[in-house]
């Protein structure tokens, strides 16, 4: 089964005043493993990038002025999740910023099967911190080059917390780093923490004597 980790950075929060996508960044996943398919590009919003997510993701108007606008990749990046479910953290966040872009374009929204790991994560751990970083952080997963919000870092990030939040033990996975060209699953290094349960002192006694009435040669005399 095929999945996509999408990611978007924006000029800032909300539609209504007129924000736009900066940068969209997506991974496949094939039965769980990234393969060597990868959607990136930035975006020329045709607007200034407010402070506030200038802060977040560091993209300046002069850095996004020659970037290709969105019309121009709509097709390709369509292409890229046909059919595809999408992974996505806080997905109502990325889904209307995407389809406000399609629908400037006169296109439809997206209709694709959605996994909101956000959702995810308040279910398996109600009452917990739920972004990203406080996932990375619960299941031990290096987000130190998560300085800024880039979309292919933080799909990287969530691919790795997506496998670990819809595993039912609690593993530990040790990721090749994302610029390998392949990902070969004999290479993935999984390991699980299995819970020791020592048996009680009554338990004990109640297993020895188990011991002396069947076994006709013991040790226990």
Do not use: W
């Not at 969209?24 to 407010?50: A, M, Q």
């Not at 990375?136 to 130190?144: A, E, G, M, T, V």
């Amino acid at each position: 089964m095929k999945e996509i980790i999408l990611d978007t950075e924006t000029t800032g929060l909300l539609i209504k005043d007129g924000h736009r996508i900066v940068e969209i960044g997506c991974i496949e996943l094939e039965n769980l493993i990234p393969t060597k398919n990868k959607f990136h590009c930035y975006l020329n919003p045709e607007r200034k990038v407010s402070e506030k997510a200038l802060e977040v993701h560091g993209y300046t108007d002069e850095f996004l002025s020659d970037k290709k606008k969105f019309s121009e990749i709509a097709d390709e990046f369509l292409s890229f999740i046909k059919d595809k479910k999408l992974i996505i953290h806080n997905a109502e966040f990325d889904l209307s910023h995407l389809n406000n872009e399609l629908e400037i374009l006169g296109r439809k929204k997206l209709n694709n099967e959605i996994r909101d790991t956000l959702t995810l994560a308040r279910d398996k751990f109600p009452g917990s911190p739920s972004s990203l970083d406080a996932l990375c952080k619960r299941y031990r997963i290096d987000n130190s080059k998560r300085a800024k919000h880039t979309a292919l870092i933080d799909c990287d990030l969530l691919t790795k917390v997506y496998i670990n939040l819809i595993d039912q033990k609690e593993p530990t996975l040790d990721f090749q780093k994302q610029d390998e060209k392949s990902m070969d699953i004999q290479k993935s290094n999984i390991s699980y923490f299995k819970k020791v349960i020592k048996p009680t002192n009554q338990e004990v006694l109640s297993h020895n004597e188990f011991l002396k009435k069947n076994f006709k040669k013991n040790f226990f005399n």
